[in-house]
């Protein structure tokens, strides 16, 4: 089979998930394409060095410039934080290379529009890694969705909700630093909860934005005193969809008990669907048949249900870590195929533009259009 | 004992609910006044003597305006639609009477406040029913957050969902003609949601708001064409609380599968309580233990939580009247003690204004303060 | 309308449901007969004057031999514990009373047979209290059953799950003296799973049987030292059906934090069905329908369900002792019709014949024939 | 680092999941010793083949007897149905390489003693795939049983209930012969519930069991007729323990809409555990703490809990595959310390005396000492 060479930038938490995806795949799938974890990249070379040995990567490399323009490499996947997805997926794009870029895209709309430029000019493949979406249970609600059965849709209600930095006393870590991290809740959490309402229901053409910073300074890692938190801890919004459905999007850190509540419910004409990250194997379901009608849960577990036939029988749940690996299964495709996955550059852009507009309504206190 | 003579006004679904609620009290808790259901009251002569038979009342009548006024009336029991609720409880405080009123207090905040004036200058005690707050878990949410055991609060999530006009065939019935309720699921429903959240983190301050008719005309009720739907079926808002709390609401009649969902969850520094009124006898409770702490689904029936006492042994569960007989049985106290009880007509008063300014910032497209 | 005068012999736990039943049944119901609180019979003087009160009735008495010979009652409803339903029944019989008993029927199977016989000669109506039959989503299940939704029945599967005496502390009261009360968990819980599983299933044919005491000896009421627990505290059995389905049942009060944990699943060719009883407004159902089929959660509060209609729209919860209410509905009903309501002393029999032979099989350690 | 060469015999389902263990154990946790995937052993040439470079082993093999004679292998890895168990165990043992053996030990319990002497004999370290031991919120009930959380047990409560063969037309395979399989759902699934009766609680001393077969005859996979079905469908059994402790045991496979539904129950003196696989990264824990106690729903995907550290942050949940990891991490680690794991072949054994005690008590309708 023909090998796919992989370089992944980067080998934080997401580093971790990528490679793991990249050396599943196919052990599980039968894909067109063979991926090899050719080189790992970052700035610290035993870091790096290690990291190889850890998830499996025939080299390591400390230069991300060298890497991405590599003959070698057929891959870029881009695990880095988003202050520098922009050079290097420009970079990467013009070496030719496909580019796979953790979300959020970048950290500003206008970088995540050089960015799209830089993909389509080189005419190269290129796609934002929203995970969730590829969740058997949400790859259902679509397809229950495109199947007609909740109607047409009136409402999204989407909510990302975590508790790990409630603590005063936890740190400011690079996700809290503005100049890092482009937001808090807003870009790293609450943007799931929008990629999945675009996913799911459609593009939004205006917002309202609140955004709160609970606790404004915190102690710094290297305990040399505190640093001032920048981005949001919570962030909401109403919106308005472009097929006139309504919603709500909310992300935030300060939700004590909600470890990783990515929850969305969407209410259609006949019927209403609801999902919650805490438990993804599951789809609740209702449809409009009459007074024994009831919310159902359906375990998406069944090999009928999107990616489960190439795993375990039914009630034999999947993890977090298996939605990397079908959107690394679905980017292998496509790549085969010379055709553009999704979401992509695009959705990345388009994302950053809700994000952006969200923050904007939060200073000008009235609506505005994406 | 001392007799309490109640006039009620107004027999349909409230009606029946109310007086279930007098009919009922003493026979499970000790009162300091024993009610008498005096007299109902009703425009339709045979409607009227027919619901004094099956709710029990000693008489009927058809004019409310001598019923208020009658000496031998104690409590002014208002259970009609919202367009009557000022003229009657004006008339009532003008006669001495107690007033106890149904939500929401009025169809305008002119009218609540000449209502509330009316109440203040006539030196009666006065009432609203928000019932939801009366539910033993709800009681049990506001003491364990008066303990401080979930600390400050950040975040409060309301929603009221139902789908009962979900079908555009179905009849354009009084609640959707603004001249009669004022306005749709906004006062009918979210209003219970703000008035729970301003029960148990505080007041309103500013908010920005959506609302939101999906089914613009609908079936006249005789049959004889169709008629404009002039109320929201959705109403969504953003809120800012005075204690800088953050949260949102919601109202929608157009929810498949929600039947009577009135939710809130509610995050403090260091625990989360929830609610949902279709398993009103649960209350979740999350506090912050340690990497085993989880959250709780307390069953709110045992004898040390609110009201549960008179009733049954633990699990043994209460049901919705329950929560009007526990709001008659706290007014009747109030009367005793010469006390006024709450939720009063300030707090009528003080949810109409933030209605109104959520139907304002409809409007303005940007955020109102209240 | 026709009055039906009730004389309601024992006032505690079971005499406050069964007042609640008869005063509130016909405010919500159109009864083809009245009943009436006509008296309330107790051995002590003063408490049982103070229940007339209480409960509502006109009269009260100390001799329930003059109770149920006097003319003016209709219907003698027992409240009392297990030990003195026999001679109070055969005597309510014997003097042509419609007779009403709470469960279980008796605490043996001699004296439930003399109760049958007692009855069937007279003549008279007679119906045993097992109320869970008639919590609307109970009812739902039995009509879900009968129109063969989830075809014919293999398993079934009842706990009833209490936790009220796991401290070793608390006082060793009647219900756990054999004399008065019988058995332990067996009869005064697992026979509701029983009397559920006859009435969803079928007849049982025979059973094994395991009974346990885990504390033997507990601190007498009146603090005059210690006494024998001589019943069971958890009672558990395996059982076959005369249909051939099996199925296994449970009673416990050594279960921390279930409640009143009432709860069957039962699995026939083509679906399933569960309930329980701390969520009692609910059914959850399970129909084959393919890969996206899932256990559905029917609130059953719609008015097309069972009982329904009479009180309030969908989402809005009923409570325990509705239940109560809904079989004195009935009951009234059958006296109208001169027609022997279900379940009667027949059933209260058989559930005996079952109690005893799960007895008989704890002591002999085999299958034991009903 | 010290290689640990696994050959694998069988590559069917189980194979599928113990190579993807030995294969990623590494890549999450540090191991002492490295695992090679050296052979896998099939008796189709052609299957090897391609399990081979599926699963990633670097040879395949036909003839099991040479394979575990092989010098350059350390661990027989045995995932074939269970008649093959014991000839390849006893093999494997006689030359001295370490036996990691799938669930049931064996088909009966001869085999299982001749097994556990030939591993004793040998001198060798063994362990059976009791996997679900292994699943984070599974070894927490077990830490938090042993650290007097629920205080002294009093029940369990196990069922392993199924669906996949409802359909009477689903054919006869391997799994429904009972000289492949030893038995049905008891060898198969209540086995489970019996080892996690054992791990939690203790021994079990006697038992009461049922047993049924529904169906009785099924298409043959070749479609050349039908077959009877000699395992049971479904097997039951009340259970005594030797500490005092009592319960049930159940597994089914005809019930539909459970599809992996291994769910235990366990009620101690001062608390209550619960676990269900198909939501197996939480527990359900309730401690008494007064009347704001509930049952609580533990994430079990804290660093702090039970093998969580090595893989994602809070709320990320994992799958059913981890529990294979998990075992394998723990067998590496005793290889490493020449120490025994667990559960090994004696537990192996105990579960095959009770799986036996439960058939003959279906037999001699009495309680059987195991």
């Known amino acids: 089979m023909t090998k796919l060479n992989v370089a992944m930038i980067g080998y934080g938490f997401m580093g971790r998930t990528h490679s793991n995806a990249w050396r599943q795949v196919g052990r599980f799938f039968d894909t067109p394409l ?11 070379a035993d870091g790096a060095q290690q990291a190889a040995g850890k998830l499996g990567f025939h080299a390591h490399a400390t230069s991300w410039e060298e890497v991405v323009t590599s003959p070698g490499i057929d891959v870029v996947d881009i695990c880095t934080p988003g202050d520098s997805h922009a050079p290097i997926a420009i970079a990467a794009a013009e070496a030719g290379k496909v580019v796979f870029c953790e979300k959020p895209l970048a950290n500003s709309v206008g970088e995540a529009k050089q960015m799209l430029d830089a993909v389509v000019k080189a005419g190269v493949l290129h796609m934002i890694c929203h995970n969730y979406r590829r969740a058997p249970a949400v790859m259902l609600a679509k397809r229950l ?30 996700r809290l630093e503005k100049a890092r991290a482009g937001s808090g809740a807003l870009g790293d ?26 606790v404004k300074e915190r102690p710094l890692e290297d305990g040399s005193g505190t640093g001032v938190v920048d981005v949001d ?21 300060f939700c004590p008990g909600r470890k990783n509540y990515n929850r969305f419910e969407i209410n259609g004409a006949t019927g209403s669907i609801a999902f919650d990250l ?14 024994d009608s009831g ?10 249900h999107p990616y489960v036939a190439a795993w375990w029988p039914p009630g034999h749940i999947l993890g977090y870590e298996h939605t990397f690996i079908h959107t690394v299964h679905d980017l292998i495709a496509a790549v085969h195929a010379d055709a553009l996955p999704t979401p992509n550059f695009e959705d990345g852009l388009r994302n950053q533009q809700v994000l952006d507009a969200i923050e904007r309504s939060g200073e000008t206190r009235g609506w505005e259009s994406v």
């Open 34 to 44: 063979e991926p090899e974890l050719a080189v790992v990249c970052g700035r610290d």
């Open 145 to 174: 969705i495109e199947a007609g059965r909740i109607g047409v849709i009136r409402h999204y209600r989407g909510t990302y909700l975590q508790d790990w930095i409630v603590d005063p006393e936890f740190p400011r870590v690079w």
């Open 189 to 214: 959490i609450a943007s799931h909860s929008l990629d999945l309402a675009r996913f799911l229901v459609g593009e939004i053409s205006e917002v309202s934005g609140l955004l709160e910073t609970f």
């Open 233 to 253: 801890d919570a962030a909401l919004a109403l919106v308005r969809f472009e097929n006139a459905a309504i919603g709500s999007l909310e992300g935030s850190r």
């Open 278 to 291: 805490e438990r993804m194997n599951e789809l609740e379901l209702y449809v409009e048949e009459g007074p």
């Open 295 to 304: 919310f159902r849960t359906i375990l998406a577990t069944d090999e009928a």
